[in-house]
């Protein structure tokens, strides 16, 4: 059998006795053109008895999305940029958004990449970082065309919409909770440290403050961090749970005075606590393991690893609202002449990895 011919403007023009540009702008519904009633009448029902389908109108590029937040994460492996995801896909869904994850590992050239093709060929509702941006400038300058929200570490040289916490806060907190413990030398371990990653330098910055503020001294605290060539040799999918594991053992090795591990997060903390197990240290009396983020795994009972809170799925939430409050208020035309800045407060979940120091 051969194919049905397929109905055009032309079949029905012939049948209704009418131009086909009359058709078109009748099935159209096309703006200032007049026609008698019976003349629409007669054409609509010609193309109903012909079987006539209308061709489905293609969205251009930016019109399909321009209902897209796009999330720029350096990878997902670790549960706390998971947790943020979707806490804004959820959030993003109640306004009928969607989102994008655009996962960088860290390459300022993959980021770059994501940059162009925002800046220069779609049009999408927004970005949110999970992360500090390698180009500020860029996307500073970006940030005035287009809604852009920053989570992470407190930073005076973002010049547009931010959800922040300052480092130095939560591992205070944590140094502190050490302190009562009889804590008096501790190792913080992280991932490499870097100007661009404030965040790994400033927990060590409050932990050091923490320890001279109780008057214990300005030598408490041990860095110890991968360099950026030992790192880039791990595996994308276990960075900071590596980072955490091969540090401490060579830490166990090389033999240590400290009575307690900080992680720079919870990954981090991960791989120090299976580090102490796999050499047979009791946790926490033989040392005391300490995390930053509280992500889900953190409160298993098998790990029960003492962190600190910072209202994960909060953030993600907030980033969505400023995103459309935003985009509601170009669309009124309403000048925006403010910059949101928001700060969570910490607070310490104390669990089973930290006990009092052993004498």
Request: charged share 25%; proline share 4%.
């Amino acid at each position: 059998m051969g194919q049905k011919k397929k109905i055009t403007t032309k079949d029905i023009a012939k049948y209704a006795n009418v131009s086909q540009s009359a058709v078109s702008m009748i099935l159209n519904n096309k703006a200032d053109v007049s026609f008698s009633d019976s003349t629409r009448q007669r054409v609509l029902q010609v193309a109903k008895d012909l079987g006539y389908e209308k061709k489905k109108k293609k969205s251009t590029p930016s019109e399909s999305l321009s209902k897209v937040i796009v999330i720029m994460c350096p990878f997902l492996s670790n549960h706390y940029y998971t947790t943020l995801i979707h806490s804004i896909t959820e959030r993003a869904h109640d306004y009928g958004y969607v989102t994008f994850v655009a996962p960088t590992l860290r390459n300022p050239g993959t980021e770059q990449y994501y940059l162009d093709m925002l800046q220069h060929q779609v049009e999408v509702a927004g970005i949110v970082y999970l992360y500090p941006t390698s180009f500020l400038p860029e996307v500073n300058q970006m940030s005035k065309q287009l809604p852009i929200v920053n989570i992470g570490d407190k930073n005076d040289d973002i010049s547009f919409d931010s959800i922040h916490i300052s480092s130095v806060k939560p591992a205070y907190l944590v140094a502190e909770h050490l302190i009562s413990l009889g804590h008096r030398k501790i190792t913080y371990i992280s991932t490499p440290i870097s100007d661009v990653e404030r965040s790994r330098s400033k927990r060590y910055e409050g932990l050091v403050k923490a320890y001279r503020d109780h008057g214990i001294g300005d030598n408490c605290v041990t860095l110890r961090s991968l360099s950026p060539g030992e790192y880039n040799l791990l595996s994308p999918n276990m960075l900071e749970y590596s980072s955490g594991f091969n540090l401490t053992k060579q830490i166990l090795i090389e033999g240590t005075d400290s009575t307690a591990f900080v992680g720079y997060n919870d990954m981090v903390a991960f791989g120090i606590l299976d580090a102490l197990y796999e050499m047979k240290y009791k946790v926490p009396s033989d040392f005391s393991v300490c995390g930053f983020d509280n992500v889900p795994m953190a409160g298993m009972n098998r790990i029960s690893l003492t962190t600190v809170e910072h209202s994960i799925e909060a953030k993600g939430r907030e980033a969505v609202d400023i995103i459309v409050r935003i985009r509601d208020s170009k669309t009124k035309n309403e000048p925006r002449s403010f910059v949101t800045k928001l700060e969570f407060e910490p607070f310490i979940v104390k669990r089973k990895t930290t006990g009092k120091a052993r004498v």
